[in-house]
């Protein structure tokens, strides 16, 4: 009989967010699969937790991930985890999880600490609806062309930042976006100088500028954008709409989708306006 693969969060900052069911998992399996073994080796050393660690990060994923399948269809039960927070999210882990199910594997979440959602719980914005963008691309072109999709979201939009990138995110949010939509930043949740920064991306921006440095795991949420005013649009206004977008390098059905959306219509009614 197979084992079972436990997704395990752990905390992202407080020790003392680790669950009970965290621990005795750990403590029960046969190894525990991990991204860096001296970061989770603090965690388990401070929870007595005696369980192998093994190295699972994105640069061995391939080859770690039959040697924990053959270790699960042997009978063994594997843990995995990331250095902080719930694996998966943002973090490696999603070959091994695939190929688990795939195989009849059984895999069981264990919960607990995720940043995205530690931050949505105390910022204050929409939470009915939300969208997780994980980390934006690195490359400045490339991250605009993500940003222009988020300007008619209506949802929550949750993105995870470097603090050498912060600068210029929050910059072209507030050039691309427009300089009233809300934001919030939580910087080094759960940990002993967690703090969250609100108002305009401009306005944040001007904040962390005028510090010394910046340090510590972010997590940046942008509120939904405002409902459109109501009014007729034209063909010519919703043609150059579509058109706006594709030029920045947004897919034209993803385009006419926006659109549609931010003037409260129907896709196939734009789709027939611009095609």
Request: aromatic fraction near 4%.
């Amino acid at each position: 009989m197979a084992g079972t693969l436990f997704v395990v969060a752990t905390p992202i900052g407080n020790l003392e967010d680790m669950t009970f069911r965290a621990v005795r998992t750990l403590k029960e399996v046969a190894v525990i699969a991990c991204e860096d073994t001296r970061q989770s080796r603090k965690l388990t050393e401070h929870f007595s937790i005696p369980t192998r660690l093994l190295s699972y990060h994105e640069h061995n994923e391939r080859d770690r991930t039959d040697e924990l399948i053959a270790m699960l269809e042997a009978g063994e039960s594997v843990a995995l985890i990331s250095d902080a927070g719930t694996p998966l999210v943002s973090d490696p882990g999603f070959h091994l999880v695939e190929t688990a199910v795939a195989r009849g594997i059984k895999v069981t979440p264990i919960p607990g600490a995720s940043a995205a959602m530690t931050a949505l719980s105390a910022a204050g914005l929409e939470t009915d609806s939300f969208r997780f963008a994980g980390f934006p691309a690195a490359k400045p072109s490339q991250r605009r062309k993500e940003i222009e999709e988020w300007k008619a979201a209506r949802e929550t939009v949750i993105l995870y930042e470097a603090p050498h990138r912060i600068l210029g995110t929050l910059a072209d949010i507030a050039e691309i976006l427009g300089p009233d939509r809300r934001l919030v930043l939580g910087r080094e949740l759960t940990k002993l100088h967690e703090e969250f920064l609100r108002g305009t991306a401009r306005e944040i921006h001007a904040e962390l500028e005028r510090r010394p440095a910046i340090k510590g795991e972010i997590t940046l949420l942008i509120a939904p954008a405002p409902e459109p005013v109501a009014g007729p649009v034209g063909d010519a206004d919703l043609r150059a709409e579509v058109d706006a977008l594709v030029a920045v390098g947004t897919p034209k059905m993803d385009a006419i989708k926006q659109v549609a959306s931010r003037h409260g219509l129907g896709k196939r009614d734009v789709y027939r306006v611009v095609s």
